[in-house]
């Protein structure tokens, strides 16, 4: 079975500094892999979708790339923002639904 | 903006009680999913519809849950009876299709309380 593994689990770092989250995966057969953003209480929010031909993609101030080869996967914010405040979820798609990790807890303070 | 849509939001039920949460998905959107997230963790897969066929439904502990999507458009996924530790957020999501490389899109959840 797919495990997906984010680390940190929770960061907490001052407005403006670039950050990254860290993703890995165990198997490297995959289609896909999608970031979410989901705030409290809240459902999912796409974010970005690497395919796995694939090895960056970047949406605003959000980098993601992949490295199928190694599983492994990061999601790059620049500039943060108390607004980027959030649990950042790492999935992977290996077929048919997503594997999940457990998300890393960003909070950015003023 | 094309969405899922989820309904009730949120969900106060007695142990023992039954529950039913509905989902619509993005029109168009073959694959249908239903995912339970308890607080701290990630989603984990209940069932995947096909249409109406279900793809996938080995995490779903069949002697308390169902769950139908009867043409293959919206689905209900039904507890009977909830126990306290179906406590959860029960999120939907939809897709094109569900292999290869297509986007997940997911409601905003409905959040179960079972006292």
């Known amino acids: 079975k797919q495990e997906v593994t984010q680390i940190p689990a929770a960061l907490s770092v001052p407005e403006g500094e670039n950050l990254v989250l860290n993703c890995s995966f165990t198997?490297?057969?995959?289609?896909?892999l999608q970031w979410f953003r989901q705030d409290p209480g809240k459902g999912l929010t796409s974010l970005l979708l690497?395919?796995?031909?694939?090895r960056e993609q970047t949406s605003g101030r959000l980098n993601a790339s992949l490295d199928k080869s190694s599983g492994r996967s990061t999601l790059y914010i620049a500039a943060s923002q108390p607004g980027d405040s959030a649990t950042y979820l790492c999935?992977?798609?290996?077929?048919?639904?997503?594997?999940f990790g457990k998300g890393t807890s960003l909070l950015v303070t003023p | 903006e094309a969405e899922v849509a989820q309904s009730p939001r949120y969900k106060i039920t007695e142990k023992s009680q039954a529950v039913a949460f509905w989902c619509d998905p993005i029109?168009?959107?073959?694959?249908l999913y239903w995912y339970r997230q308890i607080l701290g963790q990630g989603p984990e897969l209940l069932v995947q519809?096909?249409?109406?066929?279900?793809?996938?439904d080995s995490q779903l502990p069949k002697d308390r849950f169902s769950a139908e999507r009867l043409k293959g458009v919206d689905s209900t996924l039904k507890i009977q009876p909830a126990e306290l530790g179906d406590s959860a957020m029960y999120l939907c999501?939809?897709?094109?299709?569900?292999?290869?490389?297509?986007?997940?899109?997911f409601g905003q959840g409905t959040r179960l309380t079972v006292v």
């Open positions: 029109s168009g959107h073959a694959t």
């Open positions: 999935a992977v798609n290996s077929g048919y639904a997503l594997n």
């Open positions: 999501a939809s897709s094109l299709a569900g292999a290869g490389n297509t986007e997940a899109f």
């Open positions: 198997d490297s057969a995959i289609y896909n």
């Open positions: 690497i395919q796995s031909s694939q």
């Open positions: 519809f096909q249409d109406e066929s279900v793809v996938d």
